[in-house]
């Protein structure tokens, strides 16, 4: 074998290099569909641009006719594995079976054993003849019965390629528009190119250009790989019910990126720019990506999304599902998502409708309640006074002692009756109360009353809404905390804080006797207050040790955040 350097050999190699640096590349990225089938074309291109170099550079016909022997093995084969390419890449890889493969195989492999054998028979090439052109040989023939049944075979592949290729592009989607854009546009390069050599249309018909543009469509394709995520945004067959459907769409993959978006998502995120896609889901929404990676890692498949945009707020249900690929492995994840915001509200509104209606009726019965028990205690109290001034008048005075405890434990229990009624009653008066104020005026009156000294500490203003509910409520368990303390602590000092600690957080705690098991257990203003945190939600506990005081801590974590 004989060779010598001409010129063209240059494009030749650089187109060869090109080719095995992009072959490399995608190897390194073959668990992915349609890679493997870019990484064969990018071999079978270097295949190409090699032999077709060599066969220039070849001096005799005997090298040069080998050098073209081996470059039907990628006239051949290319067109099909082209297809696959494409196939797998518009997720038509049920059509690439084994079966269809070994089909489509018969005649590329028919080809390649004529070329081979050709000067036995001529089916392929015949009349051959080494010509001279500038500074180079070429070898000029006759194409032969073969060539033109592997012809039209080899072109009946490349258009059923673009065919699949245009259906992609015309998808209703900008993402995939875009990768099958480069795709096409790389295919059709080399398409156009081996069409013009086969039919001796160019300025030089005795040299292929084919290998050379070859690796210019490897480039364009590298393009979509390295930009648009060629081979890792596998387009899905979508449905215009997905473009129109009301819930927001999203597919994101196992590099959480954003490989699809339908128009709904679009309008719930305001998003304008096509360039969402194969970016980061934080790109998105540091809110949205921070509850999909709670629902992976807790496969919670159902969650809910408060949304803020710059005048509104939103509520979103999310639900996601997995997709996996042909191997059964996790290929992506699709978000659903919901807009609620309307059903949330309305529902609120009723709630609220519910709970007014509720106090109304509540009112009413504690109004008739009131009312019935009061007229009882009355009652009582008058046939405990008439028996009394009758033994007072007999001068029974033990039996007068009698009737007036019994009348003052009357007297008692209407107080504390009339203390739990009265407080519904006064809801409206607590909806224009500071908290703070509030707090501030009943330990003052307190302190002017009983002769204490309370120490207080209040944050001077919260990062909560404080609801009508929950200020009743810890202000009854404010004057309940101190009535006890008045009564039982035998304390000197009380201390009284309203701060912010996880939420809202109310300590009363004095330094006086504390409290036993028993007095615990039956002491009926502690079960209130209990029942008063638990009314608005909170978590009530007390401690308390003998001579070292009580603390009666309350907690609520429920609260609407006020920025």
């Known amino acids: 074998m004989n060779y010598h350097f001409v010129p063209y050999l240059i494009p030749l190699a650089i187109s060869f290099t090109v080719m095995i640096i992009l072959a490399f590349y995608s190897y390194k990225n073959c668990n992915v569909k349609g890679a493997k089938a870019f990484v064969l074309n990018m071999i079978l291109g270097a295949i190409w641009a090699g032999a077709n170099a060599l066969e220039m550079a070849g001096s005799d016909f005997s090298t040069k006719i080998i050098w073209a022997n081996l470059q039907y093995l990628v006239y051949a084969f290319a067109p099909l594995v082209w297809l696959t390419m494409v196939l797998q890449f518009s997720s038509r890889e049920n059509l690439v079976n084994k079966k269809n493969l070994v089909l489509m195989s018969i005649i590329p492999v028919i080809t390649v054993f ?290 007036l405890k019994r009348l003052n434990q009357i007297i008692n229990n209407a107080h504390k009756d009339v203390r739990e009624y009265a407080y519904s009653i006064r809801n409206d008066y607590y909806s224009k109360q500071n908290i703070n104020q509030l707090f501030k005026n009943e330990i003052s009156y307190f302190e002017n009353n009983c002769h204490l000294v309370i120490k207080t500490k209040f944050k001077e203003k919260f990062n909560y809404n404080f609801g009508t509910e929950e200020i009743t409520q810890l202000h009854f368990i404010l004057k309940e905390a101190l009535t006890n303390i008045l009564k039982h602590a035998e304390a000197e000092i009380i201390w009284v804080e309203l701060v912010e600690e996880n939420g809202i957080k109310l300590v009363i705690k004095d330094n006086g006797k504390g409290i036993t098991v028993e007095d615990y257990n039956s002491g009926s203003g502690l079960s209130i207050m209990k029942e008063r945190t638990h009314l608005i939600g909170g978590v009530f506990k007390i401690n308390s040790e003998p001579q070292k005081g009580t603390s009666i801590i309350v907690n609520l974590s429920n609260l609407e955040s006020s920025i």
């Not at 592949?157 to 990768?179: E, G």
């Not at 009131?370 to 008058?382: E, Y």
Request: glycine share 2%.
């Open 114 to 403: 004529l070329a081979w054998t050709d000067q036995y028979h001529g089916l392929i090439r015949s009349n051959f003849a080494l010509k001279m052109a500038a500074n180079f040989s070429y070898i000029t023939k006759d194409y032969g019965p073969w060539f033109w049944v592997h012809f039209v075979y080899s072109y009946f592949l490349n258009l059923s390629t673009v065919y699949f290729l245009l259906k992609t592009v015309w998808l209703n989607n900008k993402a995939y528009r875009k990768q099958a854009f480069y795709l096409l546009t790389g295919f059709l390069i080399l398409m156009i190119s081996n069409f013009l050599y086969v039919s001796k249309l160019t300025p030089l018909p005795e040299f292929d250009f084919s290998p050379i543009t070859i690796s210019i469509s490897g480039l364009i394709i590298a393009r979509g790989i390295f930009h648009f995520r060629l081979f890792d945004i596998v387009p899905v067959a979508r449905a215009t019910v997905i473009e129109n459907i009301n819930s927001g769409m999203i597919v994101i993959d196992t590099q959480n990126r954003i490989i699809d978006i339908n128009p709904k998502a679009e309008s719930m995120f305001k998003i304008k720019n096509e360039d969402i896609y194969g970016k980061n889901l934080k790109d998105l929404s540091v809110q949205l990506v921070n509850i999909y990676e709670d629902m992976k890692n807790e496969q919670n498949q159902q969650q809910e999304l408060t949304y803020f945009d710059q005048k509104n707020k939103h509520y979103y249900e999310l639900f996601i599902s997995t997709i996996k690929d042909y191997r059964q492995k996790k290929a992506a994840d699709i978000l659903i998502i919901n807009d609620v915001s309307k059903v949330k509200k309305a529902r609120d509104q009723i709630i609220k409708q519910q709970q007014k209606l509720a106090v109304k009726e509540e009112r009413e019965r504690l109004s008739r309640d009131l009312h019935d028990n009061l007229g009882q205690v009355l009652s009582f109290s008058n046939v405990q006074i008439q028996a009394a001034r009758k033994e007072l008048k007999n001068e029974n005075f033990k039996k007068t002692d009698r009737y």
